[in-house]
């Protein structure tokens, strides 16, 4: 199940959408809410998004149509998860805060085309 960091509770186990990994919520008065892992994993592409890529996430899905959007949409069949999926409208919003080559974007777009997604 995904849920979302602004429904989760605190003291809870919950398991990673990507590496299965328990993470737990923090956040709070000076910092939004947001899941992290008990056990870092670097080879999980989940762990250790900054801030900066969860604020956007969240100000991508608060500006479409409520109930239209998943954030962290896992596609198993292209092995992708995507940071916002407008799902009615089929158009994937993939949030880069750190350096990626032209061919993992071109991939990436490749990827999500066939699977019916712009």
């Given at each position: 199940v995904c849920l979302p960091?602004?429904?989760?509770?605190k003291q809870l186990d919950y398991y990673c959408l990507e590496c299965?990994?328990?993470v737990r919520l923090r956040?709070?008065?000076h910092?939004?809410?947001?899941?992290?892992?008990l056990q870092p994993d670097r080879t999980c592409r989940?762990?250790?998004k900054s801030l900066t890529h969860l604020q956007v996430q969240c100000a991508?899905?608060?500006?479409?149509?409520?109930?239209?959007?998943?954030?962290?949409k896992k596609f198993r069949e292209i092995g992708r998860i995507a940071d916002v999926a407008w799902v009615s409208r089929k158009?994937?919003?993939?949030?880069?805060?750190?350096?990626?080559?032209?061919?993992e974007i071109e991939?990436?777009?490749?990827d999500y085309s066939s699977v019916g997604y712009e």
């Amino acid at each position: 199940v995904c849920l979302p960091a602004d429904e989760a509770a605190k003291q809870l186990d919950y398991y990673c959408l990507e590496c299965g990994s328990i993470v737990r919520l923090r956040g709070g008065f000076h910092r939004r809410n947001h899941f992290f892992h008990l056990q870092p994993d670097r080879t999980c592409r989940q762990n250790g998004k900054s801030l900066t890529h969860l604020q956007v996430q969240c100000a991508i899905r608060d500006l479409l149509p409520a109930g239209e959007c998943e954030l962290e949409k896992k596609f198993r069949e292209i092995g992708r998860i995507a940071d916002v999926a407008w799902v009615s409208r089929k158009i994937i919003f993939e949030v880069q805060c750190s350096d990626i080559t032209a061919v993992e974007i071109e991939a990436r777009n490749r990827d999500y085309s066939s699977v019916g997604y712009e």
